[in-house]
């Protein structure tokens, strides 16, 4: 058998390393746009678009929302209009309904007297007609007093009218209608009329009442001339 020689070997080692770096080199010098000698995809670069600047001197959005505000104002204003007209709006039953809805639950009022102002009048007796105007006639109690003494006490209203004839001196006299019992459902609320006896109308109003708060007028009764 015929020996093979080491010198042999290795001559025939870099030949075979030769063809191989050949056809790499050969591979890379010719490759095609896209493709790498492995194979492999170059994907293309994207073209980043810049943002656009922000516009701080567009002031439409305030603009807008100023207009909204006007909107919302004169919405309010016409509402009152017509509360002050004495018609009954959307509004105004809500408010109706909450404050008959707060007399059934246990919501305490506060200590508040409600002063109506100063009335003149050139008659003898002040006539006051009062009734419980309440969403249940729950036993609201009043007392009135005339110059700090008592003249109705613990009158107890009702659905109907009561009248009250007050007389009046001359000169000064401070009216109190205090409420002495808010009843089974808290307020005290009652509803009054004022007539001299001319049945002209002195004052009109409706109370909401805790217990020991009071409704004051004070009347002035001029002499008959």
Known sequence: MMKITPTLVIVFLCSITSNVFAQMDGSIGGKKKGNSAFGIITAPAKEVKKPKALDFDNNNGFKTAHKEQQKELQ?????????????????????????????????RFPLIDKDLGVFRTKSKNLNIFAFDYGYYIDGDVISIYVNGDLVVENYTLGLKLKKFTIPLEIGFNKIEIVATHEGKYSPNTGSFTFLDDFDAKVSSDNWALAKGAKVIAMVIREEEE
């Open 75 to 107: 919405k309010k204003q016409a509402q009152k209009d017509l509360e002050n007209r004495g018609i009954i709006t959307p509004e105004l039953l809500r408010k109706i309904t909450l404050q008959k809805n707060i007399e059934k639950s246990s919501f």
